[in-house]
């Protein structure tokens, strides 16, 4: 299946490096590139895990939300902070916009943290090569929206219901041609209907795709941040 695909990859290469730098046959710089190569994928193995263990607790109803009073902005910048900590992220910029004022929110901000990672993670490897990204929050009425947009390809309207299964990815050549095993989504609705809330898709294919959170926003609490 695609899943024992993703594992199996990371760890082959691992194995494969190991042994390059053991064989005493390369050259330091060799070895230096070995050793990159071999945390690199290290890395992506550990994210691997991490994902399929949170679906698994997701899926036996093991996954207990933490409802704690939240300022949107904030989960959308330390989502950010942490992406671009990671090796996708480094070096690309990314848009974060806040609209003024923003009602607190109630829940779990590991979660939402995480939920808006699997979006930007997304955004950045499905689209190409300028690629324009943006995060944000925004109110509606009683409703706190938390969105992720691109310039990427976009989806087709047929399949954006289905994007949200497990393990369904599109069958297109882009798709293909990235690697996942399309449990992303899948954790981002798990973490949405948790908070009582939805998510939802905004995308003409060609022009790029909105993703977005939508939570109720906290009444009125005494402990106003
Ligand atoms: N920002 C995006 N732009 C275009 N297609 C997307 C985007 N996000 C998700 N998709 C499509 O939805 C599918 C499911 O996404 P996801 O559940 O995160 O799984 P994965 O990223 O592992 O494939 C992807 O395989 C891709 O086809
Ligand atoms: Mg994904």
Redesign the pocket.
Known sequence: SKISHELRTPLTSILMFAEMVSDGHSDPSEQELCIEGIQREAYRLQVQIERLLEWGRMEAGQRRYERTRLDPGDIVEEAVEVFHGTAPGRDLPIAVELSHPLPAIEGDRDALEDALL?LLG??F???GEEKRIAVGAAAEGDVVRLYVR?N????PRREQRR?FQKF???DDRL?RA?E???????IVHHVATGHGGRVEVDSEPGRG?T?SILLPAAGEGEDTP
Do not use: E
Not at 152 to 155: A, V
Not at 180 to 186: D, I, N, Q, R
């Open positions: 699997n997304n955004a490897k499905y689209t691109d990427g390809p976009g989806i994007i369904y990815r599109v798709s990235v996942g095993a399309g449990l992303g989504l899948a795709a993703f």
